[in-house]
């Protein structure tokens, strides 16, 4: 097995950023930085994640695009091993790890990724994205699904937008959603630290419904204080 990472954006291209996520998530694994997209471009992909399986002729056999299909590739995996060596004992397939994952499951529409930049960002407030400059946004609703609004002073750069530093006043991104948990990519710049509050339908988010990385001080305000890139799931 191969790992190829092919980043999304410009911050993923960081080696460190790689180095540590290979040792959070316990990959052991050889991967390679496909920064250039040699790889990406050789097999035509257009998805992120992707999975190739690849028989012992240098054959493609198998493919499948997004997540889930687990147990598909699984067997697929199996289907191959056997080719090679037809008497070979293996385990019966795992069984689904997430119950989105098993036998009839009903799976519902839901949100399709936002980017928050100017070069692929959907912004539904009225006066669109100022490029590279900071504006002071309004966001007098009403909110539609598959566009972000904006509040406050933000500067919008080509994969993100960003509250200045030292700018009075609140700042806020709003989202309509339909699903189960939302995660957001933040970084502060510089290494400093900042507070983002998080709130739901107006109120501030229930603890049952909050990700691991929000915390609530005494009066049950959620938020989250980091000092590098999270993702903040409500």
């Not at 912004?123 to 972000?148: M, R, S």
């Not at 939302?182 to 107006?202: A, K």
């Amino acid at each position: 097995m191969v790992g190829v990472h092919a980043p999304e954006f410009s911050f993923a291209k960081e080696l460190d950023g790689v180095k540590r996520a290979i040792e959070t998530f316990g990959i052991e694994y050889p991967v390679v930085m496909d920064n250039g997209y040699a790889i990406w471009q050789a097999y035509a992909n257009r998805y992120w994640p992707a999975k190739y399986l690849v028989d012992k002729d240098g054959y493609i056999r198998y493919y499948h695009f997004g997540e889930g299909g687990y147990d598909e590739t699984e067997r697929a995996i199996q289907t191959l091993l056997r080719e090679i060596l037809p008497e070979m004992q293996l385990p019966a397939l795992m069984a689904p790890v997430r119950d989105t994952d098993a036998p009839g499951a009903a799976c519902y529409r839901v949100t399709p990724e936002l980017y928050l930049g100017y070069q692929r960002g959907r912004i539904g407030n009225h006066t669109g994205l100022v490029p590279k400059q900071t504006a002071n946004y309004n966001d007098i609703g009403p909110h539609a699904e598959g566009y972000f609004y904006l509040s406050g002073e933000w500067t919008a750069d080509e994969e993100h937008v960003m509250k200045p530093w030292g700018s009075a006043g609140e700042s806020t991104v709003t989202i309509k959603y339909t699903a189960k948990e939302v995660n957001l990519v933040m970084n502060p710049l510089l290494g400093r630290t900042c507070r983002v509050f998080v709130t739901q339908d107006g109120e501030p988010i229930a603890k049952e419904d909050a990700g691991d990385d929000v915390v609530f001080d005494e009066s049950g305000q959620g938020s989250s204080t980091w000092t590098a890139r999270v993702c903040i799931g409500w």
